[in-house]
């Protein structure tokens, strides 16, 4: 997302949080135009990019 470029340093802690066992929850607050919404589409793209190459390297995995 154009929105999100350079946004990594704020991306991967929301991803740790989301990750943890214990903080599984993230609150995204502020004003108004700010990126939120940005901010969140950032963190699901880069989720499901990691999914994917987690399932491929597992796929390539089991086919052995």
């Not at 004003?31 to 950032?42: C, F, H, I, L």
């Amino acid at each position: 997302d154009a929105d999100a470029a350079g946004r990594e340093a704020e991306i991967n802690p929301v991803l740790r949080a989301l990750a943890s066992p214990v903080r599984g929850r993230v609150v995204l607050i502020g004003p108004r135009r700010v990126g939120k919404s940005a901010m969140a589409r950032a963190v699901a793209n880069t989720f499901g990019q990691l999914m994917i190459g987690w399932e491929g390297g597992m796929a390539g995995a089991s086919a052995g």
